[in-house]
């Protein structure tokens, strides 16, 4: 069982370009979200989702789009990448079925040069 | 919205020795607060959680005890090993994150458990 998986794990991008963050879960879940982790500043909110077609903004989401067509996935785009987006970031999910309990995938490193 | 304070930051224990970190909270309506703990390289993990009806809760060498009146929260980890050097955070869900399990983080503790 899979569970949540980020693509890519590293990424170096040049500053304007453009990429998207992969991310895909098996569990069924309604909820997803994405996270970004800077040093000393804890896990912040970007954007999440709570269903297939609803999406919403989280604490930072300047820069960053998103898109949930499926249950399963719930791709984070960057359209002018910024040196300010270098950043781990984490998806999660979670749902009334696992407890609310919720599920972060391995991360993904980004650095934008 | 809510918002949660974490301390320490870093934290160096002896082995077999106790760690406690400490967080509060602001939204007096939040009702759910986990810990997790981050191993070098990946995601966080659920490791122990309380709701807000509860005032302590243990699991083997684990517990996080709730204050409700004062708005903290801490987690206590007994007999530390060296394999419990990680980062941990807590985490709130406030009064709006009911409908979307929307979690506020704390910033972190580095835990070092020398042997």
């Known amino acids: 069982n899979a569970g949540v998986t980020q693509t890519p794990k590293f990424r170096i991008l040049k500053i304007g370009q453009s990429m998207t963050l992969q991310c895909t879960q098996d569990?069924?879940?309604?909820?997803m979200y994405w996270y970004r982790q800077d040093p000393g500043m804890g896990l912040k909110l970007i954007y999440y989702s709570v269903g297939a077609g609803i999406t919403d903004k989280g604490e930072v989401p300047n820069g960053y789009n998103v898109s949930r067509s499926t249950t399963e996935d719930f791709p984070l785009r960057l359209e002018l990448a910024a040196p300010s987006q270098t950043s781990v970031y984490f998806c999660?999910?979670?749902?009334?079925?696992?407890?609310?309990?919720?599920?972060f995938g391995e991360g993904s490193w980004l650095t934008v040069v | 919205g809510e918002n949660v304070e974490q301390h320490p930051s870093t934290l160096s224990v002896q082995e077999g020795d106790s760690a406690v970190i400490k967080c509060t909270y602001s939204?007096?309506?939040?009702?759910?607060f986990p810990w997790y703990k981050q191993e070098l390289g990946k995601g966080p993990q659920l490791i122990i959680d309380i709701r807000s009806n509860v005032g302590e809760k243990k699991d083997q060498r684990i517990a996080v005890t709730l204050n409700k009146t004062a708005k903290h929260f801490s987690l206590h980890i007994t007999e530390t090993q060296p394999e419990d050097s990680a980062v941990y955070f807590c985490a709130a869900r406030g009064s709006d994150g009911g409908a979307t399990n929307k979690l506020i983080f704390g910033t972190g503790t580095l835990l070092a458990v020398q042997p």
């Open positions: 999660a999910t979670t749902d009334s079925s696992s407890g609310n309990t919720i599920y």
């Open positions: 569990m069924n879940h309604n909820y």
């Open positions: 939204d007096s309506a939040s009702n759910y």
